[in-house]
């Protein structure tokens, strides 16, 4: 009777064991399976964001090029505007400075005095003020019938500005023109000394 106890407390013993045994096991198998699928999870989230990144990049990229893309166009309108109203202030300018000479002339002075005072070459002075009367033409209304007298009128003022001067010498001379005095158009002026200043 004793032997029968004493086994049926050992198999007890070892069915518990084996049951602790099998617990421990199913746990660890459980924990196995948890780390696992966090360490996939984790990774499937890590691949995520690179796909996400490499949208938001493109999609920043093509923003940003649509921005350049507008910005060279919005400069290149400035540019446009800045280019003609400069080229519009120089016209401007340059009429006003021929207007300036076409007075100094009225008043006496001659190309080449005008040139020595001012720093500029006799053809600016000259180019400038054709300009003035170029433009002074432009704008004067010409009646009926007076088209011959006006056209007479600007060839006389444009020849007194282009007017070659002439060559001066040792003594004050000047050398005459090739071309003669006596048609009174395009005839060289007289020298002049380039100290006179400028009217008022």
């Known amino acids: ?7 049926h407390a050992v198999k007890q013993r070892v069915l518990e064991a084996r049951r602790a045994e099998k617990a ?7 924990a196995i399976v948890d780390g696992l699928s ?8 890590a691949a995520a964001v690179g796909t996400k990144l490499e949208d938001q990049v493109a999609a920043a990229r093509a923003k940003a090029l649509e921005r350049v893309e507008r910005i060279e166009q919005e ?3 400035r540019i446009a505007k800045l280019t003609e109203a400069a080229r519009e202030e120089t016209a401007r300018c340059e009429r006003a400075a021929g207007e300036a000479v076409m007075r100094l002339r009225e008043q006496g002075e001659t190309v080449t005095a005008i040139a020595s005072q001012t720093g500029q070459s006799q053809n600016r002075v000259r180019e400038l003020g054709k300009l003035a ?4 033409g432009a704008t004067e209304v010409v009646p ?23 060559d001066v010498v040792p ?15 395009g005839a060289e002026e007289p020298a002049v000394d380039t100290a006179t200043s400028l009217s008022a």
């Open 171 to 185: 003594g004050g001379g000047a050398v005459a023109a090739s071309d003669g005095a006596g048609d009174g158009v």
């Open 133 to 136: 009367t170029t433009a002074q």
């Open 24 to 30: 421990a096991r199913e746990a660890r198998e459980a």
């Open 144 to 166: 009926m019938g007076s088209a011959d007298t006006c056209g007479a009128s600007e060839d006389a003022e444009s020849a007194g500005v282009n007017a070659e001067e002439p």
């Open 75 to 77: 400069t290149e309108e």
């Open 38 to 45: 966090e360490f996939l999870a984790e990774v499937d989230r």
């Open 1 to 7: 009777m004793a032997n029968a106890t004493t086994k």
